[in-house]
Structures are given as structure tokens and as C-alpha cells.
């Protein structure tokens, strides 16, 4: 039996609540980054000069929510000083306990309906219960139907007398402009990192946590502007550690990032042409469980710095402003397609090359390869070989120094056709090694005249960019100048397609022979 005592113990137990709950703004002046809109609002609760209906448009995270519980507070505080609430009184004590009936906070994202908003026009018609107003506060309102919106309208036209809206959402241009030339609009702001890193020194050291100057720095750098998020992330950093300061590293860890130092690296091979080593990177990248997207977005602020800092860095990187800022786009581009593609590594690798290629990156050993052929180049030499079909392919050959040399290489005719295949692949790999490394996923077939590229079905992504057309167009001259001009392309879905295993796909097998050897199991990838 339980008896009194223990089931009070039971329920007195104190609940954990989270750190950006407990550090939540309860005064305006507690409001960091938004100086304007607070003292929009302070003024107005002095001077009792209450709008009917405001709007609270911007990021998540910085405090549209906050200052709307806050303002609630505020217009029906029973002691205000200067505007803010005293969090002392009844009323202020009923709202803050959500006890209130007459302060509502409303998703609109699940009550978005028109049935919702008629409930709240016959609420809205009532007297406040025990409140100088009564405070509808609805968040993301921009999640309304168009329906709920009209209905909507009627009461903002003609608001009942002690009656408050309070209106936040990420999307403001969501909302019919109806609707917002109604209300008092303010436009938060990101808060300034600076700001932010004050703010999240002060917590620690009310809170006891040990940090590193370092780690708040990143912190505040990866908040985007926001509040919020540091606060969570540094409550996870706090319960990552256990023991010890929190340091750079164990944020790193934790978040799945990189630091400076490998970005740094990856942009040195990257303006070098270190096509290999850019690779190596990004499969370190993969395998250590990092973001990609997040890397890739310290590598596009890490350009954008370079782009801004232009006359500092002129003499230490070898790019024009023009290659800078094409280096940019390029990796912009690059992350938007990020999210809609399913094999990540595959796309950023192919992605670098080509932004690679396309700013005449790409070294081969130590000398820079040399521009590749225009497109009226190719059909010149195309059309050359046509004219001589019985003359034996070549290839170029390195002279002693390494760099390329006009004399050939002939194809013996009695090659296997995987040799001559593999002569082929590795010229496209040194010209275009995004080409490349499409082709490495499928598997080549010479029928006759016709050389099919067969590929997995999973595998439609690098089917589709080898049916490009400048991509195709390479691919056919390549084959035609090597194989003979009779010889026609035909790239095609094939069940039962071979191709390479990858290195991962290599350890994958070793592992499970190894796991049916000794009767075991793999119980974490990485």
C-alpha cells in the first residue's frame, strides 16, 4: 500500500522544464534584438493607445511569440511601470499560469478552419471574464484557410471593444493583404550574433555551465539570428559532455559539423584542381556521419567572406572576384538540390567536379590541363575521323616532363574491348571526370556497332545527366574517335546491370562473410 506521505513526495517532485523555457523573456526590457518593436509597444501600453490588432511577422526563434505573451500581460497588468507588466499582480499571476480564460493562444496550423474562427467570433462577443481584455493570440496564422480568413475579416473591420489580437507567423506573405492592412505590423529581426553570445555567456554563468569562449562563438554563429536554438543546442551540448567544459569539438560532435580548419583544407584543394583530394574529402565527410548540407553551408559562407574580404585575400588565392562569386552561385545552386536528392555523396561529388570544370579548375599532376576543346573544335575532329574510318584510334601519350605530347598511341585492333573501354574511361576521366564518374555506375556492352551503357534503376539519376545533350555529345565524339565512326551510343535501364562496387559496398561484403564465419551480427553501421 502507498501510503500519504509517499504519494506526496511522488507529486511534489519537481518537473523538469528546458532551458530556453526557463530563460524565456518575462519583462519587454528582457527582450534582446527587437529595440524598435519594444518600444512601439511600451509606448502604446503607456499611453493606454492599444491597437485592436497586431502582427508579429519573421524568423522562428527571436521572440514573436514572447512579446506577445508579454504585451498580453502588459494591457491588463494592474500596476504597470512604463509600460511593463509587473508579473506580480492577479492578473499578471493568471496569465502567466494559464489560468486566465480570457488570454487564448491558438494554433492556426490546427485550427486553420472555417468552423474554428466562426467559434471564435461568437467567443469574441462576450465580455472579458475577469481581464481588463480579452488577448486572442494565433500563431502561424498564415496556416488559415482562405475561408477562415474571410470570416476573419468582419471582426477585424468592426472589432467589439476590449478585444485583442495578436497575429505571428514566418510567412507574411501568406496573408491576404486584407488582412495585414488591418493590423499593426512589425518586422522582427535576426538578432545579431554578438547579442546572442552575450546573451548565452549570461545563462551559463547563472546556470553554472562551463563552457569555452570558442563554443559559444559557434554556437552563436550557427543560431541564424535566432535565440531559441542556441538555447537547445546548448542544453544538448550539457548533457553530450557530462564532465568537463564544453569545448569546440564536442559541438562538432554533437552537431554533425566541421570545423574551420577541414573547410579551409577542402577550398585549397578545390582552387587547386585537386580533384582527388576534394573526393577524399567528401567520403571522409560521409563516413564520419557529418551534415553534407551543413558543410556545405560553412564552405558557401567561408567564399562569401573571401568575396567580401576581396582586397585582403587577392594575393593568397589565385580566383578572380568574377570566379569568386561564380564559385558561389554554383555551391548555392548546389545546396538546393541538395534537398531533393536521395544519394547526397553522389550529388555533391558530381556537383564539385562540375563547378570544378566549369572554372577551368582541373589539374592533372602538377600542370594545369589545358582548355578543353570547343564544341566547334570537337565536330572538326569528329568530322576528321569520319573522313579516315580505317585509321587506327589514338591516344596522347605524356612525353618525359609529364605534359602532354602530340605524338599518339595506337589501339591495337585485337584489344578485348574491356582494355580499349578502359583506355576510353580513363581519357574521359582526365577531360571531364563528372562524365566520369556517371559512367562508373554503369555497365558498357558492345553490340556490334552499338555500345549500350546499362544502368540499375537506382542509378536513374546518373542515366538522366549522361542523356544531357552536351553530355551525350562528349560521350558519343569520345567513343566514336576510339571505337571507329560507325559506332552509335544507346544508354538504357538494364536489370542485372554490373557495375563497380564502391569501397563502402566492398567492406559491407567483408563484414558479413566475417559475421557468417564467426556466427555474429553487425549491430551499428557507420
Known sequence: ?????????????????????????????EVIGQEETIQT??????????????????????????????????????????????????????????????VMEIDGASNRGIDHIRQLREGVNFAPA??????????????????????????????????????????????PATIVSRCQAFDFKKIPPAKIEMRIKDICQQEGIAIEDAAVALLSRKADGALRDPLVMLEQATAFTQEGPIIVQDLLEMLGAVGPEFVASFFNALIKGDHQQVLLQIADLVERGKEIELFLGDLISFVRDMIVRDGEETEKVNLTVAQRIELCQGLLLLKQDLMRSI???????????????????????????TDLPTKGASESQNDEQRSQPNTPPLLPTPNEDGADKATPVRIAADDSFAKQWETIFK???????????????????????????????????????????ENLQYLVGMVRRYLGSEIDVDIRFADGAIRRPSPTEDLQKKAELVCQVFAGKIVKEE
Open 41 to 102: 509597444l511600451r509606448n502604446a501600453v503607456s499611453a493606454s493607445e492599444i491597437s485592436h490588432a497586431y502582427l508579429f511577422a519573421g524568423e522562428r526563434g527571436i521572440g514573436k511569440t514572447t512579446i506577445a505573451r508579454i504585451l498580453a500581460r502588459a494591457v491588463n497588468c494592474l500596476d504597470p511601470a512604463g509600460g511593463e507588466p509587473c508579473n506580480s499582480c492577479a492578473n499578471c499571476t493568471a496569465i502567466s499560469n494559464q489560468r486566465s480564460l480570457d
Open 1 to 29: 500500500m502507498f501510503t500519504t506521505r509517499g504519494v506526496r513526495k511522488l507529486t511534489n517532485r519537481p518537473v523538469h522544464r528546458s532551458l530556453y523555457r526557463r530563460w524565456r523573456p518575462q519583462r519587454f526590457s
Open 130 to 175: 475577469d481581464l481588463r481584455y480579452k488577448v486572442y493570440i494565433i500563431d502561424e496564422v498564415h496556416m488559415l484557410t482562405n475561408e477562415a480568413f474571410n470570416a476573419l475579416l468582419k471582426t477585424l473591420e468592426e472589432p467589439p471593444p476590449q478585444v485583442l489580437f495578436i497575429f505571428a507567423t514566418t510567412a507574411p506573405y501568406k496573408l
Open 343 to 369: 544519394d547526397q555523396r553522389i550529388l555533391v561529388e558530381v556537383g564539385v567536379l562540375g563547378i570544378m570544370n566549369e572554372l577551368g579548375l582541373f589539374t592533372r599532376g602538377s600542370d594545369a590541363i
Open 427 to 469: 581519357m574521359i576521366e582526365q577531360e571531364r571526370i563528372s562524365i566520369a564518374a556517371f559512367l562508373s555506375e554503369g555497365e558498357p556492352r558492345l553490340d556490334k556497332n552499338r555500345l549500350q551503357i546499362a544502368f540499375d534503376r537506382k542509378y536513374s539519376f546518373h542515366k538522366e545527366s549522361l542523356e544531357r545533350r
